[in-house]
């Protein structure tokens, strides 16, 4: 009898896909909405809301989130959330670069928004959904729901 070899990096990535789905049954899609809604109107295009731009802000919302609850692990360490945020801090940069050039390439030659305030709108948004997914991640933590 012959039993199947699975590698290391393919039983990861299955217990990660496990994680991330009882993570994500912690989410709101309709508090996501509202808040790509809000971060909309911050930038000053809540008044012609693009399909296109809600999906993507909802994307970037969700992929921080996931990753806010991935690095949520480290409190078990007794790391605080400043020193987790720095330690993810390249995670973080990459979802709000991705974030605010998808805005960039969405405004090309229009000039509708001013850069600096979509920056700053990015960085926002990112964060309060990576606090978020952390919140909820370090929560399941505690209780040993992992």
Known sequence: MMSN???????????????ERKLLRNLSIDELKKSVT?????IGTGSFIHEGVEEACMD?????FLNGGEYSRFVLY???MEMIKNRCGDDRAHLIETLYNFWLYWDYGQK?????????ACEYFVDE????GFQKGE????LRLH
């Open 78 to 80: 007794g790391e605080t």
């Open 60 to 64: 970037v919302g969700i992929e921080a």
């Open 38 to 42: 809000q971060h909309l109107k911050m």
């Open 139 to 142: 929560r399941r933590y505690k």
């Open 129 to 132: 959904w990576w606090q978020r």
């Open 112 to 120: 509708l928004i001013q850069e600096e305030q979509v920056y700053s």
């Open 5 to 19: 070899v699975t590698s290391f990096t393919e039983k990861k990535r299955e217990k990660q896909l496990t994680y």
